[in-house]
């Protein structure tokens, strides 16, 4: 239906976007063992190169998400992506650890307004009872980037050297801005290709234009917990994300190409657990009419079937059981994502873009964090599982606080919120 194909092609382009973002991220973790060679880089170096795109990723969270809510994710996207894209470039161009380190300050500028501002557009665009299938594809769509980067990035490298792979991915990011641009409508209604029955499935969109004054205070407090439970989750993902390739590499002595293939293993196992864990989340919401049992169950059993996946490491140093303990781990955390990035839209849907990126400044405080120690600990003691081992106890933290987050009492954005007047659009 033609109003089928307008929803489907913005969900799908959500979905290139997280593949994108992902990518442009985590392609430095597979280009390291290039650029940390010729630069002469230790493990913590490289820790604090992987780790720069988080500073202003973290500032930019709530900013991000605010800039959403205000001026619309068509054109807050738009320039997101034209900064990240430029800053992926300007990776391939650098001439040693500082202009390194700029240059991933730079993508993580523009990629810091991403995921809340995605969340904006599909609290507009997608049913309330669709929005953890909506959450869960889409950020499958990035663990998808994970899986394919390291192969592809040492193929690029191969070809055209790790600073050509940079520009090469760029390049391809400046196509999606342009795609995005042309496409995307804010208000569904606008959208030439949209039906009045695809309308009366989709939330009121005057709902969202009115634009009512952030309650900062008490939206921060009521996504406190939400956040905590979000760093610990974040942490193990980073770890990933920064080390998985480097550790195939250097724990089992295999070379770029057989490391890159047993890191993808592990980063598709993250693709089928996004996409089942959103999926999972709307069935049971469809089938309890609980959020706390669709959204937050499923974040503590599975931040705890996380921790059981990872005890193995501590015993056993087999390239076999360790690829299948860190996949097994990377399916269980993944699988909270649907139902994480479903809260911020059921606890506060006019806030959507602002409670998101509050939630999300705990990954990116992750981020900071757990790749810069996660290379002091293994230059220091040349243990390469420790770090996997240390983040159990982040699992454990995760899924106790987890009980906090009570998805199912909504913010109440009446008593809280100032209503400007509606004469402001998209």
């Known amino acids: 239906m033609k109003s089928k194909r307008a929803t489907t092609h913005v969900l799908i382009l959500l979905c290139v976007m997280y593949f994108i973002t ?17 630069f002469g880089l230790s493990k913590t170096e490289l820790g604090f190169v992987f780790s720069a795109f988080a500073y202003p990723y973290l ?15 068509r054109k807050t996207l738009s320039i997101c992506a034209f900064i990240w894209a430029g800053a992926t470039i300007l990776t391939g161009l650098v001439g040693g650890f500082t202009t390194m380190i700029i240059a991933r300050m730079l993508l993580g500028l523009g990629e810091g307004a991403t995921f809340p501002t995605a969340t904006r557009a599909m609290a507009s665009w997608t049913t309330p009872g669709k929005r953890g299938f909506a959450q869960g594809i889409t950020h499958a769509c990035a663990r998808i980037g994970n899986a394919i980067t390291p192969p ?34 804010d208000n569904p209604s ?23 004054k952030v309650p900062w205070g008490p939206l921060f407090k009521r996504m406190m917990p939400v956040t905590i439970v979000y760093f610990c989750y974040g ?23 057989k490391s890159a293939v047993f890191a993808s293993a592990v980063f598709l196992a993250g693709v089928v657990g996004d996409t089942l864990g959103g999926i999972v989340s709307d069935h049971l919401l469809h089938k309890t009419g609980n959020l706390n049992v669709a959204r937050r169950n499923v974040v503590v059993i599975c931040m705890l079937l996380t921790l059981a996946s990872l005890l193995p490491l501590m015993f056993v ?18 699988f909270t994502i649907g139902p994480m990035w479903s809260i911020p839209m059921d606890i506060a849907p006019k806030f959507s873009g602002t409670a998101s990126g509050m939630m999300n400044t705990g990954s990116a405080l992750a981020a900071i964090i757990s790749p810069v120690l996660g ?47 509606a004469t402001q659009t998209v």
Not at 59 to 73: A, N
Not at 235 to 254: G, K, M, R
Not at 317 to 330: E, M, P, Q, R, W
């Open 22 to 38: 992902y990518v442009d991220r985590v392609n430095v973790s597979t280009a390291a063992a290039a650029f940390g060679k010729e």
């Open 59 to 73: 500032v930019f969270q709530v900013i991000g998400g605010w800039l959403g809510d205000k001026y619309g994710p």
């Open 152 to 185: 592809m990035v040492v193929a690029l490298i191969a070809a055209l050297s790790w600073r050509g792979s940079f520009v090469v991915l760029g390049c391809v990011s400046l196509v999606w801005v342009a795609w995005w641009a042309w496409y995307f409508r």
């Open 190 to 212: 606008d959208h030439p290709a949209i039906t009045q029955e695809e309308l009366r499935q989709l939330p009121p969109y005057g709902h969202f234009k009115d634009r009512p």
């Open 235 to 257: 942490w193990v993902l980073w770890l990933f994300l920064s080390w998985i390739p480097q550790y195939f590499l250097h724990s089992y002595n295999l070379d770029l190409k």
């Open 317 to 334: 140093h087999d390239l076999t059981v360790s690829t299948i303990c860190l996949a097994l781990g990377f399916f269980f955390i993944e």
């Open 375 to 421: 290379g002091w600990l293994i230059d220091k003691t040349g243990n390469w599982e420790l770090p996997f081992e240390f983040s159990m106890a982040l699992m454990l933290l995760g899924a106790v606080c987890a009980f906090t987050m009570r998805p199912q009492n909504r913010f109440d954005e009446t008593a809280h919120a100032t209503v400007k007047p």
